[in-house]
């Protein structure tokens, strides 16, 4: 009797092989995670910033038209992108926007909706611009109109000193982590 050494071509997939497939796919998905998460939030750091210079032009406009800031008072914040500012600076049909906005000029308009408050863009219901993980932003300003302006000091060692500072406005995001008060996935208009 002749007996064949060739092993058949159309075998099956051993448990050892298979266990090996699947690890391997497991180490390249345990690779890839953390990468696309990495260029999400550097999508989403842009798309901040981007909205804090916005912003900050948007309330430099005013402040050439009006010689003043949006707000009441001479606090320099931090105010909130809440209804209050964005009402003034969209120029929507509110006491505070008819009062300071007098010429009712829009100097900034909402490129992305947010159908939930607590979602990235302008939520119109509750009138709050948040950045890109559904926090909202903190604007300063020069309202006391002295040429300078106070921003959280542990913003001293990023940007050379700390204390008072010759510059009109600074607009700043919480980040990722969503606190204002740890400063390194911070994004902000002076970037
Ligand atoms: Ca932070």
């Known amino acids: 009797m002749k007996i064949s050494l060739r092993r058949p071509l159309s ?9 090996v497939v699947i690890s391997i796919i497991a180490v390249l998905a345990s690779i890839s995670v953390p990468v696309t998460k990495n260029v999400m939030n550097r999508a989403r750091s842009a798309t901040v910033q981007n ?15 009006y010689y003043a800031y949006p707000v009441r008072g001479d606090s320099e914040g931090p105010y909130e992108t809440n209804s209050d500012l964005m009402d003034v600076l969209m120029s929507a049909d509110s006491a505070q926007a008819d009062d300071l906005n007098r010429r009712k000029i829009p100097f900034w308009e909402p490129s992305k909706m947010a159908k939930k408050e607590n979602l990235p863009g ?4 509750t009138g709050r611009l948040n950045d890109a ?15 300078s302006l106070t921003i959280p000091s ?15 406005i600074f607009v700043h995001s919480s980040g990722q982590d969503k606190k204002f008060d740890a400063i390194k996935d911070n994004v902000s208009s002076w970037d």
């Open 51 to 65: 909205d804090c210079m916005q912003l900050q032009n948007a309330i430099k406009g005013f402040y050439n038209e």
């Open 154 to 168: 542990i913003y001293g060692d990023k940007f050379g000193r700390s204390g008072r500072i010759k510059r009109p």
């Open 133 to 147: 993980w559904g926090q909202i932003y903190e604007v300063y300003m020069d309202a006391d109109d002295d040429s």
């Open 11 to 19: 075998r099956a997939f051993t448990l050892i092989e298979l266990l």
């Open 122 to 125: 302008f939520h119109p219901d």
